[in-house]
Protein backbone atom coordinates (compact mmCIF):
# COMPACT_ATOMS: atom_id res chain seq x y z
CA UNK A 1 0.00 0.00 0.00
CA UNK A 2 0.82 3.71 0.01
CA UNK A 3 3.26 5.27 2.48
CA UNK A 4 4.48 8.35 2.86
CA UNK A 5 6.94 9.32 5.64
CA UNK A 6 7.98 12.93 6.02
CA UNK A 7 11.03 13.88 8.51
CA UNK A 8 13.12 16.42 8.64
CA UNK A 9 11.35 18.96 11.18
CA UNK A 10 12.39 20.42 14.31
CA UNK A 11 12.86 23.59 16.67
CA UNK A 12 14.72 26.86 14.73
CA UNK A 13 15.47 30.10 15.48
CA UNK A 14 13.73 32.60 13.16
CA UNK A 15 15.15 33.19 10.24
CA UNK A 16 16.69 29.89 9.96
CA UNK A 17 16.15 26.76 8.09
CA UNK A 18 14.81 23.50 7.38
CA UNK A 19 14.61 21.01 4.86
CA UNK A 20 11.62 18.70 5.29
CA UNK A 21 11.56 14.74 3.32
CA UNK A 22 9.02 13.05 2.23
CA UNK A 23 9.92 9.31 1.18
CA UNK A 24 7.27 7.67 -0.80
CA UNK A 25 6.21 3.44 -1.49
CA UNK A 26 3.78 1.49 -2.89
CA UNK A 27 4.24 4.19 -6.02
CA UNK A 28 4.94 4.76 -8.70
CA UNK A 29 6.52 8.28 -7.61
CA UNK A 30 7.29 10.22 -10.76
CA UNK A 31 2.97 9.42 -11.75
CA UNK A 32 2.15 11.34 -8.88
CA UNK A 33 1.74 14.50 -8.33
CA UNK A 34 3.01 15.74 -4.88
CA UNK A 35 2.58 18.27 -2.10
CA UNK A 36 3.11 19.81 1.47
CA UNK A 37 0.05 21.34 3.80
CA UNK A 38 0.72 22.68 7.15
CA UNK A 39 -1.66 22.55 10.07
CA UNK A 40 -0.76 25.68 12.86
CA UNK A 41 -2.58 24.80 16.82
CA UNK A 42 -6.01 25.81 16.38
CA UNK A 43 -6.10 26.63 12.32
CA UNK A 44 -7.06 24.83 9.36
CA UNK A 45 -4.97 22.92 7.68
CA UNK A 46 -3.93 24.75 4.77
CA UNK A 47 -1.46 24.18 1.58
CA UNK A 48 1.87 25.54 0.62
CA UNK A 49 3.01 24.26 -2.30
CA UNK A 50 2.83 21.18 -5.00
CA UNK A 51 4.97 20.16 -7.71
CA UNK A 52 3.40 18.57 -10.72
CA UNK A 53 5.71 16.79 -12.81
CA UNK A 54 9.68 17.64 -12.37
CA UNK A 55 9.10 21.21 -11.80
CA UNK A 56 5.63 22.70 -12.00
CA UNK A 57 5.63 24.23 -9.16
CA UNK A 58 3.03 26.49 -7.12
CA UNK A 59 3.28 28.08 -3.99
CA UNK A 60 0.76 29.78 -1.22
CA UNK A 61 2.00 33.46 -0.88
CA UNK A 62 2.66 33.14 2.39
CA UNK A 63 6.07 31.01 1.72
CA UNK A 64 6.48 32.30 -1.72
CA UNK A 65 10.09 33.29 -2.15
CA UNK A 66 11.76 31.19 0.97
CA UNK A 67 10.31 27.73 0.16
CA UNK A 68 11.31 25.67 -2.88
CA UNK A 69 9.20 22.05 -2.94
CA UNK A 70 11.41 19.85 -5.39
CA UNK A 71 11.29 15.93 -5.79
CA UNK A 72 13.60 13.29 -6.70
CA UNK A 73 11.66 10.65 -8.32
CA UNK A 74 15.16 8.36 -8.49
CA UNK A 75 14.93 8.40 -4.68
CA UNK A 76 10.93 8.46 -4.46
CA UNK A 77 11.25 11.65 -2.25
CA UNK A 78 10.33 14.82 -2.07
CA UNK A 79 11.51 18.04 -0.55
CA UNK A 80 10.14 21.07 1.16
CA UNK A 81 13.34 23.63 1.82
CA UNK A 82 12.64 26.37 4.02
CA UNK A 83 14.27 29.58 5.12
CA UNK A 84 13.63 32.52 6.14
CA UNK A 85 11.60 30.88 8.41
CA UNK A 86 8.87 33.09 10.68
CA UNK A 87 7.38 31.98 13.91
CA UNK A 88 4.23 32.37 12.13
CA UNK A 89 5.62 29.09 9.94
CA UNK A 90 5.37 27.09 13.15
CA UNK A 91 2.82 23.84 12.16
CA UNK A 92 2.67 20.21 11.41
CA UNK A 93 3.85 19.85 7.97
CA UNK A 94 1.98 17.10 5.81
CA UNK A 95 3.40 15.86 2.81
CA UNK A 96 0.91 14.65 0.36
CA UNK A 97 0.63 12.17 -2.91
CA UNK A 98 -2.40 12.50 -5.61
CA UNK A 99 -1.82 9.55 -7.67
CA UNK A 100 -4.09 6.74 -9.63
CA UNK A 101 -7.12 9.45 -8.80
CA UNK A 102 -6.78 9.16 -5.12
CA UNK A 103 -4.96 11.40 -2.23
CA UNK A 104 -2.82 10.12 -0.23
CA UNK A 105 -0.64 11.88 3.34
CA UNK A 106 1.80 11.84 5.48
CA UNK A 107 1.53 11.51 9.19
CA UNK A 108 3.12 14.85 9.48
CA UNK A 109 6.53 16.23 11.12
CA UNK A 110 6.51 19.13 13.59
CA UNK A 111 8.16 22.83 12.45
CA UNK A 112 8.88 24.92 15.31
CA UNK A 113 10.04 28.29 14.75
CA UNK A 114 10.97 30.36 18.27
CA UNK A 115 13.62 31.77 19.51
Known sequence: ???LVESGGGLVQPGGSLRLSCAASGVIFRF??????????GKQREWVATIKGVDNSNYAD??????????????????????ALRPEDT??????LYYGGADFWGQGTQVTVSS
Open 91 to 96: AVYYCT
Open 1 to 3: QVQ
Open 62 to 83: SVKDRFTISRDNAKSTGYLQMN
Open 32 to 41: ANMGWYRQAP
